[in-house]
């Protein structure tokens, strides 16, 4: 079975239809596992009619535990040896089948950026497959998250911190789950197992830096929207203050298709 993870809260519930649909429109056949916090669930099958599984997110955990809770969910998942799954967040938009990105030989995928940042890895896609290997993997980024004891994923989180001086290490939030998967890309996993960076084609989310409506903003977004139609750009993410600019994107996606 090919599984679909979808982790989102009320405030993202309509982009997450976005990118439902998106995900219609590649691949109808994958299974949706869709975690909802103060979202109807009603609202999610009008828009996906496959197989799909909603769950109900406790505010508290959601709200405080974000990147904790979402892996922690993950773990939780039932894979058998031929299952594939894909971690998704809800701010982005397909123009592939997603699974392409895996292929045999690999337990573990994730995405770099295509431009030079201090976190090479962004979190917002990245799959596992269902084999002996790759559960264990899936079982030691739940531990990490917890224990943050594996010596490399120790000191890179303590070296970054937000922007209220909180160091990473001492967070449950956003960026524990990010950190981890730079860690895998940097420095490798501590056991035998076999990870494939598949690139930024698989996660296309330009830098626009933190303030919407700069000239850098409006030249990122030109730079997304030039990318729509263009079939070697598998993935769109529309991070950040991006988010506004999906539903006018989906429209022009739909024209295309």
Known sequence: MDYIFVYCDIKHME???????????????????????????KDIFKVWKGEIEFYKVNPKEFYWRIATHKIE???????????????????????DDPFKMFDNNHDMYYTTRHYKCKYPVNGGVFGFKGTEEGRKIITFYNEQIHKKDWKPYKKFMKGYSDTDGVAHYDMTNWCIGQDWLC???IYGLPFDSSVKDVGPAWNYCPDYGSTQFTAKFNQVKQDLFDKIGDK????????????????????????CN
């Open 15 to 41: 982009i997450s239809q976005l990118f439902l649909r998106s995900l219609w429109a590649v691949n109808s056949k994958c299974r949706v596992l869709y975690y909802g916090c103060n979202i109807d669930s």
């Open 183 to 185: 860690c895998v890309h």
């Open 73 to 95: 969910l993950l773990s939780r998942v039932p894979l058998k040896t031929n299952d594939r799954i894909i971690v998704f967040d809800p701010d982005i938009l397909l123009q």
């Open 232 to 255: 070697r750009y598998k993935v769109l993410h529309f991070k950040g203050a991006m988010k506004n600019e999906m539903f006018l994107a989906a429209e022009r996606m739909s024209a």
